[in-house]
């Protein structure tokens, strides 16, 4: 079986969504499959362009990408429709996560990964029968179905949530000793769309010292990811001044996950003064890096928007917040009960394994037709 997995964003971003499609690949690969990651380029890739994309997502994954193929394809380039068309009909298997635009294939089987709940109108003909080609359709979230069926008016046939690796990420013996006073965020700089608002966190965290400095005064914001917007990344940095405020923008992943087992709490806000109802895009879709704190048993006290609410479920609802005054009276009481602390990150790794790599796998081999 010759599959393409294909997403617009590659090769540019390192993000959750990113992440998802190379797992999907792998495992793919794993199952013996011979797998081609697609990448837009008019003209085939060399070998250079190959080992660089190749190490750069290695990298940022911590596995080895051995055996899966990268290869050129005129999608999203200025090629000539037919040219694209043609391209399609060489794989059994077309998985195209897409940026919220559609384009007809030729492969056997054509399925259709949505990742952001977009409000676009796919009521004409002719999307449509663009919709129609995908015969399978599947979103990130519980979450994301919702809107998309409700905008896009079309059935989605899977719900593929991402799955959390919990043995890279836990430490199983005396992981009480490894956590230091670390509140966590994790999350590409940028402020369009779903933004992590590491600009709030850092304002959170100002006003969450100020309520009882003497308990605050060894703990520390530690603010992890990519600068995708340098401008907005700037803006963040300059609201630091004399706090105990940490920003790390080229950590791999080795470094991310010693941060996530160091780490005691975890804040997310992104969607934080968003209407979810209106902007559903805004918010966060799914949010994979507050269930990899999980997994490294950080407990997360995040925003009660978007998919955060699914993966923290009832147990740890608790955990989820509307406004600052309740995220930093939840974060206080959280830091002065060290043994309520402990408690609560046993309880958010409990969850973390729910989202197993082998319901993942199950999943995906079921869309692929081969379970």
């Known amino acids: 079986m010759k599959i393409a997995l294909y997403s617009p964003y590659l090769p540019k971003h390192?993000?959750?969504?990113?992440?998802?499609?190379?797992?999907?690949?792998?495992?793919?690969?794993?199952e013996g499959?011979?797998?081609?990651?697609?990448?837009?380029?008019?003209?085939?890739?060399?070998?250079?362009?190959?080992?660089?994309?190749?190490?750069?997502?290695?990298?940022?994954?911590?596995?080895?990408?051995e055996g899966i193929n990268f290869i050129a394809s005129p999608l999203f380039t200025g090629a000539s429709f037919l040219k694209k068309l043609l391209w399609t009909a060489k794989f059994d298997v077309l998985y195209y996560q897409t940026d919220g635009s559609l384009f007809f294939s030729l492969a056997k089987r054509n399925i259709l990964h949505i990742q952001i709940p977009l409000k676009l109108d796919k009521s004409s003909f002719l999307e449509k029968m663009k919709l129609a080609n995908w015969q399978i359709k599947n979103t990130n979230s519980e979450f994301t179905k919702k809107y998309i069926e409700r905008f896009w008016q079309t059935k989605i046939d899977f719900i593929h949530q991402p799955y959390v690796n919990a043995?890279?990420?836990?430490?199983?013996?005396?992981?009480?000793?490894?956590?230091?006073?670390?509140?966590?965020?994790?999350?590409?700089?940028?402020?369009?769309?779903?933004?992590?608002?590491?600009?709030?966190?850092?304002?959170?965290?100002?006003?969450?010292?100020?309520?009882?400095?003497?308990?605050?005064k060894d703990w520390r914001l530690v603010l992890v990811g990519k600068k995708e917007d340098p401008a907005f990344a700037e803006k963040v940095a300059g609201l630091v001044g004399d706090l105990k405020v940490e920003i790390i923008h080229d950590a791999n992943r080795l470094e991310l996950v010693k941060l996530y087992q160091q780490a005691s709490i975890y804040w997310h806000a992104s969607g934080f003064e968003i209407n979810e109802e209106a902007e559903p895009e805004k918010v966060e879709h799914f949010g994979i890096s507050t269930l990899e704190a999980m997994a490294a048993r950080a407990v997360p006290i995040v925003i009660n928007k978007g998919?955060?609410?699914?993966?923290?479920?009832?147990?740890?609802?608790?955990?989820?917040?509307?406004?600052?005054?309740?995220?930093?009276?939840?974060?206080?009481?959280?830091?002065?009960?060290?043994?309520?602390?402990?408690?609560?990150?046993?309880?958010?790794?409990?969850?973390?394994?729910?989202?197993?790599?082998e319901k993942f796998r199950d999943i995906l081999l079921t869309m692929i037709g081969k379970k």
Request: charged residues 30%; aromatic residues 10%.
């Open 307 to 357: 998919g955060q609410k699914e993966i923290l479920g009832e147990n740890l609802s608790f955990f989820l917040w509307d406004d600052e005054e309740t995220c930093l009276r939840k974060t206080l009481d959280l830091i002065k009960d060290q043994i309520k602390r402990e408690n609560f990150a046993e309880l958010a790794h409990q969850r973390s394994l729910l989202f197993s790599k």
């Open 33 to 65: 499959l011979d797998v081609s990651i697609a990448i837009s380029s008019e003209k085939a890739l060399s070998d250079l362009e190959i080992a660089e994309t190749r190490k750069k997502y290695e990298n940022f994954l911590n596995y080895s990408l």
């Open 14 to 30: 390192t993000g959750g969504g990113e992440k998802y499609l190379f797992d999907c690949a792998k495992i793919l690969q794993e």
């Open 167 to 216: 043995e890279e990420l836990s430490s199983p013996n005396n992981w009480q000793d490894k956590k230091e006073k670390i509140i966590l965020s994790v999350g590409r700089f940028f402020c369009q769309l779903h933004s992590k608002r590491q600009d709030i966190l850092i304002n959170f965290f100002k006003d969450l010292v100020a309520l009882d400095p003497q308990v605050l």
